[in-house]
């Protein structure tokens, strides 16, 4: 028997109910057949992550009238909390909460630019004879250590800001002591939120922080030299010819 005669047999009823049940059928297949579709476009589209390194601009010569300190400065690298070192960069939205941008990742450690920007800058500053990272193979008369304490997005509200901050001292290698120490820190806004624009306002907050950090290092460290400047010339006691002192002056 044929299907046109096998519907010819059935009750109207049965038939409509027959075509309802096919016609959902269908709906049914025709939406699983779009779900699996967006599906694999959904899992077609891979995100990789964006990678980012500080540009902290090389300094600028200072020339400088006082003689570098004698002997060699050691920079070891700075030190930084685990979240700051590597990784997603991060953001606060509040002083208690972190945030990190999961497809904006630091390429390298940020602490290797930040130790060699304090390098170059010393160098080109002539605080001391000499200047190298540190390297426990060479002995060295001045050992700078420091911390990036904040190196991270501030978000306030709908504005947002670059929050940097670096502290720093120099030691004495043989005697132990501390001849100075410091601590420099920036908070610029950012005109608008990208993580790109981020990143180019903390390189240049950077530079600016370790500028301050290392100028109040030169400012410390000159003063004995212009205080011996300044007493250099005295006046010679018992001579018999006062017009000569006078004129020695």
Same mark, same amino acid.
């Given at each position: 028997m044929?299907?046109? +005669?096998?519907?010819? /047999?059935m009750p109207p009823g049965l038939i409509l109910r027959a075509v309802k049940q096919i016609t959902h059928i269908k709906l049914v297949a025709s939406v699983c057949f779009i779900w699996i579709v967006v599906l694999?476009? +959904? /899992?077609g589209k891979v995100r990789y992550p964006n990678y980012y390194v500080l540009n902290i601009p090389p300094p600028v010569p200072?020339?400088?009238q006082l003689k570098p300190l004698p002997g060699s400065a050691a920079v070891r690298e700075f030190s930084a909390p685990p979240f700051l070192r590597a990784g997603p960069i991060v953001y606060r939205a509040s002083p208690e909460q972190l945030g990190f941008y999961h497809y904006d990742h630091w390429a390298v450690d940020p602490r290797g630019a930040i130790t060699k920007a304090v390098v170059e800058d010393l160098q080109s500053r002539g605080v001391f004879q000499s200047v190298h990272l540190f390297d426990s193979r060479i002995t060295s008369d001045y050992l700078i250590t420091g911390s990036v304490d904040h190196l991270?997005? %501030? =978000?306030?509200?709908? !504005? $947002?800001? %670059?929050? $940097?901050g670096v502290s720093a001292q120099l030691l004495d290698v043989k005697s132990r002591a501390v001849l100075?120490?410091? %601590?420099s820190s920036q908070t610029p806004k950012l005109d608008k939120r990208s993580v790109p624009g981020l990143v180019a306002g903390m390189s240049? +907050? *950077? =530079?600016?922080?370790?500028?301050?950090?290392? !100028? #109040? *290092?030169?400012?410390?460290? %000159?003063?004995?030299?212009? !205080? +011996?400047? #300044?007493?250099?010339?005295e006046p010679k006691s018992e001579s018999p010819h006062p017009s000569m002192n006078s004129a020695n002056d």
């Open positions: 044929g299907v046109q +005669a096998l519907l010819l /047999c694999f476009a +959904a /899992c200072q020339p400088t991270e997005e %501030v =978000d306030r509200g709908r !504005s $947002v800001f %670059v929050n $940097v100075w120490q410091g %601590v240049q +907050a *950077m =530079d600016q922080v370790i500028a301050q950090l290392l !100028s #109040s *290092m030169q400012t410390r460290l %000159v003063q004995p030299q212009s !205080s +011996a400047l #300044s007493g250099t010339k």
